[in-house]
């Protein structure tokens, strides 16, 4: 059985209504189950047409009538809020009965911040989160070292570490995975994967989109605690992280954890924040709100590894594009016998994971140019995975609510991880740079630009200039 909090919510709209009946129609659902919808207001009519509603417009390929009728009479909804869960109760009881005594309960919470805290103690005073319950939880985890240690001890008063699973929807993109596996399953890559062989690291997730009437939730949380301290956070633990003892949950998350420890307080010097134009006329937002919406920071982790190169990171809303970037920036030769690096020039040499559910993956090289002359030029070496191995992945969401079934950790954050990214961000809480102002459609204040110098950031000219390439 699924509960399924903020059912009526946008998240569940795009990702997760969709996600369960793919996951249905592939066979990866168990051969029974409910799922029962819940939130503070119930739907005008049936649950069952919105949901359909959200499927058309998501996944309209796979909407036979035939798919959609089995699907639907496993639905459900009951309203519920922190303060009265009974109802709710209730109906989880009913259906527990029906799929009898060995079923499971999986808790999504997709719900604000603020509300987390006192929907986990109506789970535990309503009975929902029994022993035989999974606790699925939605970013961010608190809003700052306290609360996410509050939240972490009220889950845990009710709840073992092993039922939580506070989920990450980049680490279920393929595009995220395979950067374990470049770097752990090939012996060309790995030992370049230190401070001698490379020159930088950005992590970049600019988006197009504005805020889509989220105004209320980004007034209450902003681009760093949104998007920093959880995505860009968790994907700079896999770029980083020393190679764990094996791909077990446990093994994973240590050599996640102890990256982190490595992790070095975010420096407010380092940071750049914005907030695009007309920002404060969307409905929910302050007039003189101050949230910033775009962030980028340089990031340092103090260990022999990595020690001395800068690792840049960069989100925000009403970019000029939307894009999900990991650049690796290799050494180069300062001198060669093809000449010699002109300072300031971008450099060439790069590994460029796009973090999609179509993963691909550039590598950046010079080559002689055609002709009668030895001058070098840059240009890509590039893979399409799904394209070269004939075979498509899950949707992350879909990934990580079939982890969630069959219990597997792997993919999900720990709570010390949790805590320790609160800890590095402090000082960025406690002392935020202000909210430059910016167009949009750019890329954000031009201060940034500064944090990325000499090279630049990646993006803006990747955006600009596609070379061709040759495929790998």
């Known amino acids: 059985m699924i509960v399924l909090f903020g059912a009526r919510g946008d998240l569940a709209k795009r990702k997760l209504w969709p996600g369960l009946f793919r996951l249905t129609q592939a066979g990866l659902m168990p051969e029974d189950f409910r799922i ?16 359909r509603a959200a499927l ?9 009538d035939e798919a959609w009728a089995s699907f639907a009479e496993k639905l459900s909804f009951e309203k519920s809020s922190a303060d009265d869960g009974a ?7 009913a259906a527990r ?5 060995e079923s499971r309960t999986l808790l999504y919470m997709s719900v604000p911040p603020s509300a987390m805290k006192p929907m986990v103690g109506m789970l535990a005073e309503t009975g929902l ?19 996410a240690k509050d939240l972490n001890a009220a889950l845990h008063e009710h709840v073992d570490e092993d039922a939580i699973y506070r989920i990450d929807h980049f680490l279920g993109k393929e595009g995220a995975q395979d950067i374990l596996a470049l770097r752990f399953a090939n012996g060309l890559f790995e030992p370049l994967w230190c401070a001698e062989h490379v020159e930088a690291v950005q992590i970049d997730i600019p988006e197009k989109i504005g805020l889509e009437g989220r105004g209320s939730f980004y007034e209450e949380t902003g681009a760093f605690r949104d998007m920093v301290v959880t995505h860009l956070s968790q994907i700079l633990g896999f770029v980083a992280m020393e190679q764990p003892k094996s791909l077990s949950a446990g093994d ?18 380092l940071a750049v924040y914005g907030q695009f ?9 302050d007039d003189e709100s101050t949230t910033e919406t775009f962030v980028a920071l340089r990031v340092d982790i103090d260990n022999d590894r990595w020690r001395g190169v800068p690792f840049l990171l960069r989100t925000g809303k009403a970019l000029a594009e939307g894009r999900r970037v990991v650049t690796i920036t290799l050494r180069e030769p300062d001198c060669t016998i093809f000449g010699c690096r002109v300072e300031g020039e971008r450099p060439s040499n790069t590994i460029v994971f796009e973090l999609t559910d179509d993963p691909h993956l550039s590598v950046g090289v010079k080559v002689k140019v055609p002709g009668p002359t030895s ?19 899950l949707e992350a969401y879909e990934r990580l609510l079939r982890d969630v079934m069959v219990g597997d950790h792997m993919l999900f954050t720990r709570a010390d991880e949790v805590e320790r990214l609160w800890e590095c961000a402090a000082p960025l809480l406690e002392n935020p740079p202000e909210a430059l102002t910016y167009e949009q459609g750019s890329w954000g204040p031009e201060r940034a630009d500064r944090l990325a110098e000499p090279a630049g950031w990646h993006l803006p000219e990747q955006a600009a200039q596609q070379p061709a390439g040759a495929s790998a």
């Not at 134009?277 to 937002?285: K, L, N, T």
């Open 129 to 147: 989160s029994t022993d035989r319950a999974r606790i699925v939880m939605e970013k961010p985890f608190g809003s700052d070292l306290k609360t």
């Open 56 to 64: 058309e417009k998501a996944a309209p390929d796979d909407l036979t």
């Open 375 to 393: 001058a070098v030029a840059a240009a890509p070496l590039t893979l399409d995975v799904e394209r070269a191995l004939n075979q498509s992945g």
């Open 87 to 93: 109802k709710l109760a209730e109906a989880a009881k």
């Open 97 to 101: 009965e029906e799929l009898g005594d």
């Open 277 to 285: 134009d007309g920002y404060r006329d969307e409905d929910g937002v």
């Open 252 to 269: 994973l998350r240590d050599a996640k954890a102890a990256l982190f420890e490595d992790l070095q307080p975010f420096d407010p010097d």
């Open 36 to 51: 029962i919808g819940t939130g503070r207001h119930e739907p005008d009519g049936d649950i069952a047409d919105e949901v």
